[in-house]
């Protein structure tokens, strides 16, 4: 399902250090239908993998993830 190939894509995109990428693939999970607590289990998960650059991408998820719910909320 697409929700489930965006939860990986930002997965991925935290361990590559794409921060466009994560701004995208947190806006699109969101849209596919993925909770706050399934996000935020991704970038736990992209952190045990990617280990500390991983973690200074990850803020970059979790800023985007407020940002978005923020923007949904207000909608």
Same mark, same amino acid.
């Given at each position: 399902p697409t929700k489930m190939k965006e939860l990986v894509a930002l997965a991925?995109?935290?361990?590559m250090r794409c921060e466009n990428c994560i701004a995208f693939h947190v806006h699109d999970a969101l849209r596919?239908?993925?909770t706050r607590p399934e996000i935020l289990e991704v970038i736990g998960v992209a952190i045990m993998m990617?280990?500390?650059p991983a973690a200074m991408? !990850?803020?970059?998820?979790? #800023? !985007?993830?407020q940002q978005? #719910?923020?923007a949904l909320a207000a909608a």
């Open positions: 991925i995109a935290i361990v596919a239908g993925a990617g280990g500390g991408y !990850a803020c970059e998820a979790y #800023e !985007a993830l978005f #719910e923020k």
